[in-house]
């Protein structure tokens, strides 16, 4: 069953970067209200997907690189969605629309998890947990995107090429209010999540924090993301600044998330998450 | 006797030589002296705006255009090779043509816009003043003000003003993507300026606030532009340090040789505001926002050669209402031909004969008629006595004119000539 609707949900992401592929091409504003429709289709479809794996295995599907990939592509389209809600960046469709297909197609090549899931993934702390930081990595990626995209038409508007990029592109306040809210959403998740993990880690494995390599660079990612929200609300740095300052965090968070879960052994890599027993030595 | 016109504009030339080639409004008088010390130079008017220098002379004899074009980079920090490249040169009708085109607003960044014709006026009278301008260049500047009024009422050019202020707000947008709730700061108090504000607000500015080298007209002009209470907006240069910090937008339109906006002084603003961004718009030559300002943070400078493109794109829609305006000038620059040509010794004769015979035998007809069945002698001899009265009459003024042909300087014979013209109210002189 979730296999189908993993299939269908990147049918309806591919079909929506097309159509959203058009919206860039020929600025028809129909073409963005379908293709957004589509997404919205999309999104819900993938929820269901997670929602009944989660039901077929009785533990959140996120426990492999695999699953992993799969809920930071939903917590992505779903930060993006509402986000967008308010704010109406429209060739940000453009955007996710691929990049999620993207990380679907790259989860569905993963090998399938072969062991059945570890009993310490059953509590109500891991999906708490897993679902607040892959949420915020969704939103910090989406704060990545719309500060590239910032440093895009601040560079055309400097330049004074106002051509065919310029018009497509949205205001620069715009994509700096669509920035600031993902990071502060973004932010305040990873912090839940980070907690949530560490009182569980606590409860199960006897100690709040225990190097880990997962750890240590998700501590070094969230002090970056700190240092970013203080330099954005209280130094004012805003606009470029701010965008190189956000690639550099994102660029740590990548490598937290998939790097050092593939490089890095420790309980928290990802062929070790399944096999986790217990209380830890 | 020749027109020439010497000039460069934003077509041909980069700002920052147009800036360095103009002079200083108060330097203007002594710049018509010198260009009338120009071998050949006879009469002269000089106009300098934001978008063009120009140098239009009545000028005797040739090679007069090089030497204006040199005396033009003469003393200036550039190399007289380059200025060359920019400058173009007119001569006889298509002189003409160009300073009908510029006063119509046809040849303008913005094409439609009102402010030239009034610069235009101002050049005129600098060149007036200080009598650099006479017989010919009069004449020529009266037609040419003329020319564009025709233009404004009979076209819909300027209707459409899609202006520099339009693509201000175009810009505007794209920066801060409502511009409902924003404030904006007029420094100087040039007329595009207040015009660039006008739209701002229209498009949801809230309050702008002027600042100018004399605070009456900063206060009056505050008051135009937001109803009442302009004093509390209304500030002098000397408060740009605290007021810039207030606002997202500044419009720049002072006449100060030396940048107003500094590096400095935008930094400041700029930490004030918390890293929000404030958009400059440069619409003063020389410039009044420091280069170095655009590489901040947040500052987005635009100058009015860089509202050029975002201009471009309108420019389309105005083609029809351009061409008409063509078609105008070119009637006009027929007309203004037809009367320089006709300042000469033989066709001003010939106009004073032909008109005198006309008046002559009209009323010979008339009497003719009332007195009714003369014999074929008697009318013969009427005939004959109304020619001799109008030739002896005419003898002495064609003499003068004859006299004024061998001997006068080309000056003031044109002078004398335009003079017996208006006195026998002769061809198209004759009409105003």
Not at chain 1, 167 to 185: C, E, I, T
Not at chain 2, 214 to 228: D, F, K, M, N
Not at chain 2, 376 to 392: D, F, I, N, S, V
């Amino acid at each position: 069953m979730s296999g189908a609707l993993h299939w269908a949900t990147l049918a309806a992401y591919l079909v929506a970067t097309v159509l959203y592929l058009a919206f860039v091409i020929w600025q028809r504003r129909g073409l963005h209200i379908v293709g957004r429709a589509v997404l919205w289709a999309g999104f819900c479809l993938h929820s269901l997907a997670l929602g009944s794996a989660w039901w077929e295995t009785g533990v959140l599907p996120a426990t492999t690189l695999r699953q992993s990939l799969d809920v930071f592509s939903w917590g992505l389209m779903g930060a993006s969605l509402l986000v967008n809600l308010r704010l109406n960046v429209m060739i940000l469709g453009a955007l996710i629309a691929p990049l999620c297909a993207l990380l679907l197609l790259a989860a569905s090549v993963l090998a399938v998890p072969s062991a059945p899931p570890s009993k310490l993934m059953t509590s109500v702390w891991v999906p708490v947990h897993v679902i607040s930081v892959l949420a915020a990595y969704g939103l910090l990626a989406l704060t990545f995107l719309s500060g590239a995209l910032y440093l895009l038409q601040d560079r055309l508007i400097r330049a004074k090429k106002l051509g065919a990029a310029f018009k497509r592109l949205p205001p620069l306040s715009r994509l700096d209010s669509l920035n600031h809210n993902a990071l502060v959403a973004g932010f305040t998740l990873l912090t839940i999540g980070l907690i949530t993990g560490a009182v569980y880690a606590q409860i199960k494995l006897g100690s709040y924090w225990r190097w880990d390599p997962k750890e240590i660079w998700a501590l070094i990612t969230w002090l970056l993301y700190a240092v970013l929200i203080h330099t954005r609300l209280v130094q004012g740095w805003r606009g470029r600044r701010g965008a190189w300052l956000g690639a550099l965090a994102f660029g740590v968070l990548l490598f937290t998330f998939v790097g050092v879960g593939l490089l890095f052994p420790g309980y928290h890599a990802f062929d070790s998450l399944p096999k986790l027993e217990g209380t830890l030595p | 006797m020749n027109l020439v016109l010497v000039g460069l504009n934003h077509k041909t030339a980069p700002v920052e030589v147009r800036e360095c080639l103009a002079p200083a409004p108060e330097d203007l008088g002594d710049r018509l002296a010198e260009l009338l010390k120009l071998g050949g130079v006879r009469e002269v008017v000089m106009l300098a705006t934001c978008n063009r220098v120009e140098v239009l002379a009545a000028v005797e004899g040739g090679e007069v255009a090089g030497a204006i074009g040199a005396w033009l980079a003469d003393g200036k920090p550039l190399d007289p090779k380059t200025v060359a490249d920019y400058l173009y040169v007119h001569q006889g009708e298509e002189a003409v043509r160009h300073l009908f085109r510029v006063a119509s607003s046809l040849d303008s960044l913005v094409v439609g816009e009102p402010q030239i014709l009034g610069q235009i006026k101002e050049a005129y009278r600098a060149a007036a003043a200080g009598g650099s301008s006479r017989t010919v260049l009069n004449r020529l500047l009266h037609k040419t003000f003329q020319v564009a009024k025709r233009v404004r009422t009979e076209t819909n050019i300027g209707g459409a003003a899609v202006s520099v202020s339009f693509a201000a707000v175009e810009l505007a947008k794209k920066i801060f993507d409502d511009l409902h709730g924003l404030h904006a700061l007029l420094v100087g108090a040039g007329e595009m300026a207040e015009l660039a504000a006008e739209h701002l607000r229209a498009n949801g500015v809230e309050r702008v606030l002027v600042a100018n080298r004399t605070l009456e007209r900063a206060v009056e002009l505050a008051e135009r532009l937001g109803g009442g209470e302009g004093a509390g907006r209304a500030y002098g240069l000397n408060d740009l340090p605290e007021v810039l910090g207030q606002v997202d937008i500044v419009i720049t339109s002072t006449g100060a040789s030396q940048p107003v906006i500094t590096q400095e002084l935008a930094k400041k603003a700029l930490k004030r505001r918390r890293g929000n961004p404030v958009f400059f718009i440069d619409i003063a030559v020389p410039r009044d926002v420091e280069p170095a300002v655009s590489e901040l943070d947040g500052c987005f400078v635009y100058d009015i050669d860089d509202l050029t493109q975002v201009v471009e794109a309108n420019r389309e829609s105005r083609l029809g209402e351009a061409a008409q305006a063509e078609r105008i000038v070119a009637e006009e620059v027929v007309k203004f031909n037809r009367w320089l040509g006709s300042l000469d010794v033989v066709p001003t004769i010939a106009d004073m004969t032909q008109k005198a015979d006309a008046i002559r035998a009209a009323e010979l007809a008339r009497t003719l008629h009332d007195l009714g069945g003369l014999q074929p002698g008697q009318e013969a001899a009427l005939e004959h006595l109304t020619r001799a009265m109008m030739k002896k009459f005419l003898h002495d003024p064609i003499m003068f004119l004859k006299d004024q042909h061998a001997h006068a300087s080309e000056s003031s014979r044109r002078e004398h000539l335009a003079l017996v013209r208006r006195m026998f109210r002769l061809g198209e002189n004759g009409e105003e």
